[in-house]
């Protein structure tokens, strides 16, 4: 399987799967539909699958165009049936998606939205996370609570440490800043900044990230270190706890 990352509107990004051998594609998210098609007519693909995480407008926004053009079939979470544009197939938590080679399993991560889901594609440790992982940052809560979010990322943490993060927009130059502030003694997230301000200056995308580099330095998943408690001034405090703090001091940031 091959990934192509495509970047919509200001900071979104969508991915296209593309299986070589068969001429086979899926789209994650599809914010708009320009830049997928341009894409497809370029390489001469068609668009068999659109695979939605949840129903904000900049993760469906396509989704009506591409099917249209392309009789693609909207994958989404039968809890956000009434939600996501155009769906087709209703997965629930846990669930494996199969088609021809694409096979992933569905895990509900409700907190940024109450139908958020990613798509693990477990065959090649490929995870669409869309805007609950974000590199080096988690979602903004809009529907959910502070402990489901906090229960979804505890999820993800559980999976591979190779595991590739794709997630659904450009944010983490930004987010670095906000990690640094109070985990300043992490020297693989200092070493990290290094990486990610010579990709920015390249042009290129600081996507995919890896859950074990996410474990070592993103600050939404290391709420139960010292340090960064001590820098919260909150030492006592339990995860989860810390976890919230982190959350509304990043809305403000």
Known sequence: MKIEVI????????????????KKTCVID????????????????KLNYILNTHHHYDHVGGNSELKKKYNSIVV??????????????????????????????????????????CFYFYNENNLFTGDTLF????????????EQMFLSLEKIKKL??????????EYTLQNSKFCITYDNKNKNLIKKIKEINEK??????????????????NIFLRS???????NLN???SSSLETFSKLRDLKDNF
């Open 160 to 169: 591979p440490p190779e595991t590739k993060i794709y997630c659904g927009h």
């Open 135 to 146: 590199s080096l940052g988690c979602g903004r809560i809009f529907e959910g609570t502070y």
């Open 76 to 117: 989404g979470f039968k809890g956000d049936s009434k939600r996501i544009p155009e769906i087709d197939i209703m997965l629930e938590d846990g669930e494996i998606w199969k088609e021809e080679n694409f096979e992933a399993k569905i895990i509900h991560i409700p907190g940024h939205t109450l139908g958020h889901i």
């Open 7 to 22: 970047s919509c509107l200001k900071d979104n990004y969508s991915y296209l799967i593309i299986d070589e051998k068969i």
């Open 30 to 45: 599809p914010s708009e539909s320009e830049p997928i098609i341009n894409f497809l007519e370029k390489n001469n693909l």
């Open 234 to 236: 909150i030492s006592n």
């Open 224 to 230: 139960d270190d010292e340090n960064i408690k001590t």
């Open 200 to 217: 920015i200056k390249d042009n290129q995308p600081t996507i995919p990230s890896t859950l074990k580099d996410e474990l070592k330095n």
